[in-house]
């Protein structure tokens, strides 16, 4: 996801002419700088009476959706499991009650200032995806390992570059695909794996959300395919809702026992406003030897549905609601949530500190599938516009909603029976862009 980053952060995140760095406290000095030392020197930090050093994070697209970021982080630093040194924005960082800057944590507007002066072990990248893979190589450059939003790199070119890089610096990077961390896709993947369900014939999911008009006017990218001539990344299925399709994926990867490795893909996309991307989507995936996956999502949906993955078998269905982690396995009587998904930033401080026994939940190579098709849907025709009869539009100005008649049901329809919407004979649907993939590596 993303903070409103601009294009110019490729080169440096002070290209706004903003100050290179200003501290997280009134004084102009941090707090937590060593008596005599510079105010931004970065210095090993140990716990009392340890010799282990606490990993230094940073966060780089701070304001957005890296408020979230900044709500995990605030506990493990007052746990003391990390120590948050640096926060950069181009805009002055945005008020979060919940996550305080704590003393001593400098803010900048350039990320590669922040690099050499806070020198961070751990860096979380939370910009406009566009931006992510020229600032994640400079973050590797530097020593550090990566916490890097979803979708993690436009193309499987920019996949091999990101991974490539990994490979020659050692380091580690999580995609912040953050629904894998949970116990309930576990335990489906299980009952999956014990054969609970019989043989797997599909997997779908279904997801209607809504977004007013101010959401496709956060920043410049939002709604584009293109920004300033150079490719960018958003819709529905590439954006907010790029979590169901990578939970497909990795229940796809139960089945078959090895990575996905999509064949084809057939999509129809549309779209209720004047963007060049989807609000509304079905998708399908087809892989050698899996079963058949179905995207069926909505940003302009009648009702809110969180998110769902159905897997059919041939002797039963699950149904895992995946942003709440509740589950419905063959025989329960109702779904039940699952408590303990795992956090991304703590499992890669885990991975950090024990890499042979606490493996990665969302490395960059787990992703790959997801980075094959987007690649394709992003380079896909256009989406069709819905208006008119087919739509209604409530509220006012920037908090204007826009939904499409009837839509939650044939997206419903379309996640249970594995189906298009052109294929349900849908009146307004239209036929299917059919791509081929090539051959992906890891």
Not at 103 to 130: F, K, Q, S, Y
Not at 156 to 183: D, I, K, M, N, P
Request: glycine residues 10%.
């Amino acid at each position: 996801m993303t903070a409103p980053v601009p294009p110019a952060a490729v080169g440096g995140l002070a290209a706004q002419g903003a100050p290179a760095a200003t501290t997280g406290t009134p004084s102009g000095s941090p707090t937590g700088a060593p008596p005599g030392g510079p105010a931004g020197a970065a210095r090993p930090d140990h716990p009392a009476g340890t010799g282990v050093a606490v990993p230094r994070v940073a966060i780089v697209g701070a304001n957005g959706h890296g408020r979230w970021h900044r709500r995990a982080v605030a506990p493990l630093h007052a746990a003391g499991r990390l120590r948050l040194v640096a926060l950069v924005d181009v805009r002055p960082i945005e008020d979060e009650p919940a996550a305080p800057v704590p003393p001593g944590t400098t803010v900048h507007t350039d990320h590669r200032e922040m690099l050499a002066a806070a020198r961070p072990d751990v860096v979380i990248v939370c910009t406009p995806p566009h931006t992510h893979l020229p600032i994640a190589l400079d973050v590797l450059a530097a020593g550090a390992d990566l916490l890097l939003e979803k979708p993690p790199v436009l193309s499987t070119a920019e996949h091999r570059t990101l991974a490539g890089a990994l490979a020659a610096t050692g380091r580690a990077c999580q995609v912040g695909f953050q629904a894998l961390g949970s116990v309930a896709l576990a335990q489906l993947s299980a009952a999956v794996g014990q054969g609970r369900l019989g043989t797997v014939t599909g997997i779908g999911t279904v997801a209607c959300w809504q977004r007013p008009d101010s959401y496709y006017a956060r920043s410049p990218w939002a709604g584009r395919r293109t920004l300033h001539g150079r490719p960018v990344l958003d819709g529905a299925l590439a954006n907010p809702l790029a979590h169901a399709v990578m939970q497909c994926l990795a229940v796809a990867e139960t089945v078959t026992g090895t990575p996905v490795r999509p064949a084809r893909i057939e999509l129809e996309r549309y779209r209720v406003r004047p963007i060049e991307v989807d609000d509304t989507a079905t998708l399908r995936i087809v892989t050698p030897g899996g079963p058949p996956i179905v995207a069926a999502v909505t940003l302009a949906g009648e009702d809110f549905v969180a998110g769902e993955v159905i897997v059919t078998g041939t002797t039963g269905r699950a149904v895992l609601e995946y942003p709440t982690d509740r589950l419905l396995l063959p025989g329960d009587p109702h779904p039940e949530e699952v408590p303990g998904r795992q956090g991304l930033l703590a499992n890669l401080l885990a991975h950090r500190a024990d890499p042979d026994g606490t493996p990665l939940i969302a490395p960059l190579a787990r992703t790959a599938p997801f980075t094959a098709v987007l690649e394709q849907v992003r380079q896909a025709p256009e989406p069709t516009l819905l208006d008119g009869d087919l739509v209604t539009a409530a509220g006012s100005g920037p908090e204007r909603v826009v939904t499409v008649r009837g839509i939650n049901a044939v997206l419903r329809r379309a996640a249970e029976q594995g189906a298009l919407l052109s294929e349900l004979a849908v009146p307004w649907a239209v036929p299917p862009a059919r791509i081929p993939l090539a051959a992906q590596d890891d």
